[in-house]
């Protein structure tokens, strides 16, 4: 079931939806989380943009007492294809940043407001800062995921950061550098590559994880 089919039967039966979505006008649904201060008495409008294996209400290390205190407002959204919200097969850099935009939007966040990027959610910053620069008033990333094939990082360094992680997580980077359509092999994910459904599903391509990969 779709999130668009799953409003419509709630709503028909009167019930209320246990999230809050939006619907863009590309006839996607999004589920966001407001959290923080009232966004009317807010200075500071953040939109925070989860990383990879995250949604709307991943964990905020954000102080309550600090946020009231800077009159801060959060606003989390599930990505295309995360979460609650509807994936988007044509998802890329550009369509985030115009779902960002439209989410802004729609919630009457004003003409600018604030980005934060966590892990894979900094790409989507990029974006933002290329395709809507004018509507961005700060900028921040979160330990942000990084290309260690980048000419101009320097080769001692990302190799030293490229060791560090996870052996599973080494060979994941090396198959989307060098053979990104093995990705989408179904036969790759029966030899032992189990989150490569997690990047499929990050792209759009399916909507369901697998049982096993859920638990």
């Given amino acids: 079931m779709t999130l668009k089919m799953f409003v419509i039967l709630f709503k028909s039966l ?3 939806i246990p999230f809050q979505v939006t619907f863009l006008h590309a006839r ?3 589920a966001y989380k407001e959290s923080g201060v009232p966004k009317s008495e807010a200075p500071f409008k953040i939109i925070v943009i989860h990383g990879f294996n995250d949604a709307e209400d991943f964990y905020l290390p954000a102080s309550e007492e600090v946020v009231e205190e800077l009159g801060v407002y959060l606003l989390t959204f599930d990505r295309a294809g995360y979460g609650e919200s509807d994936p ?8 985030e940043a115009f779902d960002i935009q439209e989410l802004a939007d729609q919630l009457e966040l004003g003409s600018k407001f604030y980005i934060v990027g966590v892990s894979l959610g900094g790409y989507p910053v990029w974006g933002c800062l290329k395709y809507i620069p004018n509507r961005i008033a700060g900028a921040s990333l979160v330990a942000p995921i990084i290309n260690y094939w980048w000419l101009s990082f320097p080769s001692n360094v990302s190799k030293m950061a490229y060791k560090k992680l996870l052996l599973q997580d080494q060979w994941i980077y090396r198959v989307a550098h060098y053979a990104p ?7 790759l994910l029966k030899n032992g590559f189990p989150r490569c459904l997690q990047w499929r599903k990050a792209v759009g391509r399916i909507q369901l994880f697998l049982a096993p990969q859920t638990e």
């Fill in 181 to 187: 359509q093995l990705l989408y092999s179904g036969g």
């Fill in 28 to 30: 996607r649904y999004l």
């Fill in 88 to 95: 988007n097969p044509k998802r890329s850099v550009k369509s």
């Fill in 14 to 16: 009167h019930l209320k």
